[in-house]
T-cell receptor
Framework: DTAVSQTPKYLVTQMGNDKSIKCEQN?????MYWYKQDSKKFLKIMFS???????INETVPNRFSPKSPDKAHLNLHINSLELGDSAVYFC?????????????FGPGTRLTVL | DAKTTQPNSMESNEEEPVHLPCNHS???????IHWYRQLPSQGPEYVIH???SNVNNRMASLAIAEDRKSSTLILHRATLRDAAVYYC??????????FGQGTTLQVKP
């Protein structure tokens, strides 16, 4: 009964490859997010979708493309992977975007680019 | 986006109260004060939030200064499982959570 789940948990790949990370929430929330946590442990928002519409896009390279097939899913596709993309990626969801609503985070996907 | 300032690290003894401070002098009238924590190798976890009044929940209490320029997260009895990085975040209408470096809490047995 995991609220926010991500697959895979670990992803090791070569530079230049294309990979996807999947996220699903079973909370019935309208808003979903992707965050990146780098090696220095700084967490930074990348994208946010509300009802399948992109509402936040934080100057992320266009090699990163989020896709929301429905409200419960927000996948992250990364083209032409670079060494600097190595990080832990967290998906999150909330009932609504603004206001007091808390965000629920997934367990993270550790991406290692060799 | 308004910024918060927290001490880099704090230590506590098990079963004692812990007060984690946060300064947010540029807070706007509509910003909510949120606290999250991140246990080792896990995703961030919501702890508590408030707007103007002090708040209590099963995990913690949040004390908000009258001018709202600072707040304090209170863990009433720290346990070893409370060792984590605690983030104080101002959440505005966009819904963005802007994480700072947080406070790393060490709990000693």
């Amino acid at each position: 009964d995991t609220a926010v789940s991500q697959t895979p948990k670990y992803l090791v790949t070569q530079m230049g490859n294309d990979k996807s990370i999947k996220c699903e929430q079973n909370l019935g929330h309208d808003t979903m997010y992707w965050y990146k946590q780098d090696s220095k442990k700084f967490l930074k928002i990348m994208f946010s979708y509300n009802n399948k519409e992109l509402i936040i896009n934080e100057t992320v390279p266009n090699r990163f493309s989020p896709k929301s097939p429905d409200k419960a899913h927000l996948n992250l596709h990364i083209n032409s992977l670079e060494l600097g993309d190595s990080a832990v990626y967290f998906c999150a969801s909330s009932q609504a975007a603004g206001g007091p609503r808390e965000q629920f985070f997934g367990p993270g996907t550790r991406l290692t680019v060799l | 986006d308004a910024k918060t300032t927290q001490p880099n690290s704090m230590e506590s003894n098990e079963e004692e109260p812990v007060h984690l401070p946060c300064n947010h002098s540029t807070i706007s009238g509509t910003d909510y004060i949120h606290w999250y924590r991140q246990l080792p190798s896990q995703g961030p976890e919501y702890v508590i939030h408030g707007l103007t009044s002090n708040v209590n929940n099963r995990m913690a209490s949040l004390a908000i200064a009258e001018d709202r320029k600072s707040s304090t997260l209170i863990l009433h009895r720290a346990t070893l499982r409370d060792a984590a990085v605690y983030y104080c975040i101002l959440k505005g209408h966009t819904g963005k959570l802007i994480f700072g470096q947080g406070t790393t809490l060490q709990v000693k047995p």
